[in-house]
């Protein structure tokens, strides 16, 4: 059989979607002798993730508004048996079967917390896509239960199939963990956040419980963040200066991906208060490196982060700032959380995604 899967927006963007896309690329026609794989380029890009795949270049740019028309007619000339839609619009035809994977429902559980743009281009092409998709591939039961929810979508064309932790993720030697700390500029037992600064990672209710948590602990350590600047980013800078916080906070935008394992291990905890996350990779990241993780009750995080981690309700500063307490100043619970999480993270392996991704297309082929 023919299997297509669309690798354009690895073009766009490096993030978490990327990443799922990469691998998914490199490791399928490895792992699979009994298909033949095409991927679907963009074609101005100079990356080819796999040798044993056919390399198509396409025109049509992702998270275009006529994306699902366009790419319907470059697709139609492939013939293929089976089309993975990763970032979950697929073409409306030019293909026997089809497979989509949504990663969250943010635009419509939380529309909030996406510009005009997103929200329209979201809003109007999913009613389509979960209709038109043979089998629906879901990061984690939480998007599951809210494509039943808000989509009516039935339990039985859904597959969870949860993401995996890059390798890289680890306990590092401590002499190279140093190295790039000092590089950088930072002493380690900083507390840290990974993600993009943006209303639905909730950086200003991080900031409301980091201040609270100054009060009761004067010489709590500083709050790093890594990762880059997303819409309303002027009003989060703004609560920073205004609670008095720019001494004790660090931005690290567009950090090397090189550098980011390191800056993990040296944390001493790692919060992600999100309002909705439709999987987490920093969660994962965190625990991968021994770092204690504090994350918000909502949606995927505690499906995640399991029984290795505290929660919090994203909403409530107060109850950050006690779980912070809590951690910074009782190092067994530090350890119990460290080695909870390792073991935690021992569930999430691109090994067991592939092997899931694989077995989703044969039963969508009928094998």
Not at 251 to 255: A, Q, S, T
Not at 355 to 363: E, F, G, I, M
């Given at each position: 059989?023919?299997?297509?899967?669309d690798?354009r927006?690895?073009?766009?963007?490096?993030?978490?979607?990327?990443?799922?896309?990469?691998r998914?690329?490199?490791?399928?026609?490895?792992?699979?002798?009994?298909?033949?794989?095409?991927?679907?380029?963009?074609?101005?890009?100079?990356?080819?993730?796999?040798?044993?795949?056919?390399?198509?270049?396409?025109?049509?740019?992702?998270?275009?508004?006529?994306?699902?028309?366009?790419?319907?007619?470059?697709?139609?000339?492939?013939?293929?048996d089976?089309?993975?839609?990763?970032?979950?619009?697929?073409?409306?035809?030019?293909?026997?079967?089809?497979?989509?994977?949504?990663?969250?429902?943010?635009?419509?559980?939380?529309?909030?917390?996406?510009?005009?743009?997103?929200?329209r281009?979201?809003?109007?092409?999913?009613?389509?896509?979960?209709?038109?998709?043979?089998?629906?591939?879901?990061?984690?039961?939480?998007?599951?239960?809210?494509?039943?929810?808000?989509?009516?979508?039935?339990?039985?064309?859904?597959?969870?199939?949860?993401?995996?932790?890059?390798?890289?993720f680890?306990?590092?030697p401590?002499?190279?963990?140093?190295?790039?700390?000092?590089?950088?500029?930072?002493?380690?037992?900083?507390?840290?956040?990974?993600?993009?600064?943006?209303?639905?990672?909730?950086?200003?209710?991080?900031?409301?419980?980091?201040?609270?948590?100054?009060?009761?602990?004067?010489?709590?350590?500083?709050?790093?963040?890594?990762?880059?600047?997303?819409?309303?980013?002027?009003?989060?800078?703004?609560?920073?200066?205004?609670?008095?916080?720019?001494?004790?906070?660090r931005?690290?935008?567009?950090?090397p991906?090189?550098?980011?394992?390191?800056?993990?291990?040296?944390?001493?905890?790692?919060?992600?208060?999100s309002?909705?996350?439709?999987?987490?990779?920093?969660?994962?990241?965190?625990?991968?490196?021994?770092?204690?993780?504090?994350?918000?009750?909502?949606?995927?995080?505690?499906?995640?982060?399991?029984?290795?981690v505290?929660?919090?309700?994203?909403?409530?500063?107060?109850a950050?700032?006690?779980?912070?307490?809590?951690?910074?100043?009782?190092?067994?619970l530090?350890?119990?959380?460290?080695?909870?999480?390792?073991?935690?993270?021992?569930?999430?392996?691109?090994?067991?995604?592939?092997?899931?991704?694989?077995?989703?297309?044969?039963?969508?082929?009928?094998?």
């Open positions: 059989m023919q299997i297509g899967l690798v927006l690895t073009y766009y963007t490096h993030g978490g979607i990327a990443n799922y896309v990469r998914l690329a490199a490791d399928l026609p490895a792992r699979d002798s009994e298909h033949r794989y095409t991927h679907l380029y963009h074609r101005g890009h100079t990356e080819t993730f796999s040798p044993l795949a056919r390399r198509v270049d396409c025109w049509t740019p992702a998270h275009h508004w006529l994306e699902s028309m366009a790419l319907s007619v470059e697709v139609s000339r492939h013939r293929l089976l089309l993975h839609s990763p970032d979950f619009i697929p073409p409306l035809w030019g293909y026997r079967r089809s497979v989509i994977t949504v990663h969250d429902l943010t635009f419509l559980s939380h529309p909030e917390f996406l510009t005009d743009v997103s929200r281009y979201y809003n109007g092409q999913i009613h389509t896509a979960v209709k038109l998709a043979d089998a629906i591939s879901a990061d984690s039961h939480a998007t599951k239960t809210d494509l039943a929810n808000l989509l009516s979508v039935i339990p039985e064309k859904i597959t969870v199939i949860h993401l995996g932790l890059d390798e890289a680890h306990l590092l401590a002499d190279e963990v140093a190295a790039t700390l000092t590089r950088l500029g930072l002493a380690p037992g900083y507390m840290l956040f990974v993600g993009t600064f943006e209303p639905r990672k909730n950086v200003p209710g991080l900031f409301a419980g980091y201040f609270r948590l100054r009060k009761l602990l004067p010489d709590a350590p500083p709050l790093v963040l890594v990762g880059h600047r997303g819409w309303l980013f002027d009003a989060t800078a703004s609560l920073m200066k205004d609670l008095g916080l720019e001494q004790h906070v931005f690290f935008e567009n950090l991906a090189a550098d980011l394992p390191a800056v993990y291990n040296g944390a001493s905890l790692f919060l992600l208060p309002h909705y996350e439709g999987f987490g990779f920093p969660v994962l990241e965190a625990m991968g490196c021994g770092v204690p993780t504090i994350i918000s009750n909502r949606a995927s995080l505690p499906e995640i982060g399991g029984e290795a505290l929660q919090v309700d994203p909403d409530d500063p107060d950050l700032a006690e779980a912070l307490r809590r951690a910074l100043t009782d190092s067994g530090r350890e119990t959380m460290r080695a909870k999480g390792l073991e935690q993270v021992k569930h999430f392996t691109w090994d067991k995604t592939v092997q899931a991704t694989l077995a989703l297309y044969n039963w969508v082929l009928g094998e």
